[in-house]
């Protein structure tokens, strides 16, 4: 069943555009949040448009962890309690970057693990006890093993989904439901410096698997699917082997 009312963290996100494009038909209510009110507005008009009751907007920073609960009583007055929530933001950072600056580095953990679980526990905490929840995360498939070539941002990802693991068990048997995202390569700004190939999937597809694992109630969602297998494998390579691949 659609939720009534979703929060969208990070709704200028190409996947989370798509996905509340998705959602829009089934007649629901948008909270759409991000840090460019000009560019949040003509995304709230075109959901109405798709059929959405409702799409308000609001402006936040939402790696400044220090206003999460304020915004979030604010938000709930105003708009009322979510029945479902995707996290969409982040940052690909720059792994050479990060290491020759610190402050880099730490930004980078901060936006894509720390403030994200900041957002998560918030949110779990300003639930009602019998109130039904979905959490929709988007992490990566860079998190399943730490790699030369982006292992800050990896490791960001690592932490996140072993959270969203333990959020999941410390969970069960309730109404809360959190679905932990991994795509791999997405055609979104974030990718434009890399070179496109076979592996790139459209924000669209991303968005489609999404929607699917929330309504069939999937714990961990791999996006598109063959990144499970491809994960699987290289999760499981033996370190005289993986230590020789330039990935």
Do not use: C
């Amino acid at each position: 069943m659609s939720a009534k009312n979703i929060l969208v963290l990070g709704a200028v996100s190409a996947i989370a555009q798509a996905y509340a494009r998705q959602r829009a038909p089934s007649g629901a209510r948008f909270l759409l949040v991000g840090r460019d009110a000009a560019r949040l507005a003509p995304i709230a008009s075109d959901l109405v448009a798709r059929g959405a009751a409702g799409a308000d907007t609001a402006v936040a920073d939402l790696a400044e962890t220090d206003a999460i609960e304020t915004r979030l009583a604010e938000w709930r007055q105003n708009f009322g309690a979510p029945d479902e929530v995707l996290i969409a933001y982040g940052a690909l950072g720059d792994q050479a970057e990060s290491e020759k600056n610190l402050d880099i580095a730490r930004k980078a953990i901060e936006v894509g693990f720390t403030s994200v679980a900041m957002w998560v526990l918030a949110l779990l905490k300003a639930r009602a006890p019998d109130a039904p929840l979905t959490l929709a995360v988007i992490g990566s498939v860079a998190g399943d093993r730490g790699r030369a070539s982006n292992f800050v941002y990896g490791a960001a990802k690592g932490g996140l989904d072993r959270f969203l693991e333990g959020v999941t068990h410390a969970n069960a048997g309730t109404p809360v439901h959190v679905v932990t995202v991994k795509p791999g390569f997405v055609d979104t700004p974030m990718t434009d410096g890399l070179p496109k190939g076979p592996l790139f999937a459209s924000p669209d597809r991303v968005a489609a698997d999404i929607v699917s694992a929330i309504e069939k109630r999937r714990r961990v969602v791999y996006t598109p699917w063959f990144w499970f297998v491809i994960m699987t494998i290289i999760r499981h390579l033996p370190w005289f082997v993986f230590r020789r691949m330039k990935i």
